[in-house]
């Protein structure tokens, strides 16, 4: 996993084939890393606002007592993630999708830089990627389909991936 020092297999143990509820203090903060070392954007979803609030991490405190994100280029997202009680941000990195819950959101300077700064998450959700890669299919082209439940009436249908 980059420069976090993980392999591919040490990922899989913590992920399983699934998903992992992962709570350890250290593997949080090497799954953190992981994110930080790939520059792999961090996403949160700001109901209230109605926006998207995209980011990266800039820093992983090595006593895991806090994380800084970088502000999003939505001022609207921002102002909405420094006003909530807690973000949940999620991010794709080396296959599995990740998220995380952190609170106490608040402005900072880090490496003179205006950013975001947030209590270390307590626990994340590693979701493993696919077990096969997704086979694509030419859109024009649907695949026809009989249901038939064995006594209700079967019918046709079409689907376009």
Avoid at 1 to 25: C, F, H, P, Y
Avoid at 41 to 59: D, K
Avoid at 110 to 133: D, G, N
Wanted: with cysteine.
């Amino acid at each position: 996993m980059g420069e976090s020092g993980n392999s591919s297999k040490e990922w899989d143990r913590i992920a399983g084939k699934t998903q992992a509820l992962v709570r350890s203090q250290l593997e949080v903060a090497r799954i953190l890393r992981s994110i930080l070392a790939s520059q792999a954007p961090l996403v949160a979803y700001m109901e209230r606002a109605e926006h998207l609030f995209i980011s990266r991490l800039r820093h992983v405190d090595p006593d895991c007592r806090f994380i800084v994100v970088d502000y999003s280029n939505d001022k609207i997202a921002n102002a909405a993630v420094l006003a909530a009680p807690q973000v949940v941000l999620s991010s794709n990195n080396e296959g599995a999708r990740i998220e995380f819950a952190a609170a106490e959101p608040g402005e900072t300077v880090i490496e003179e830089v205006l950013a975001i700064r947030l209590a270390f998450p307590e626990v994340l959700v590693v979701q493993q990627r696919r077990a096969h890669h997704r086979i694509r299919v030419v859109p024009e082209v649907p695949l026809r389909c009989l249901a038939d439940t064995r006594g209700i009436t079967p019918f046709n249908a079409r689907i376009i991936d």
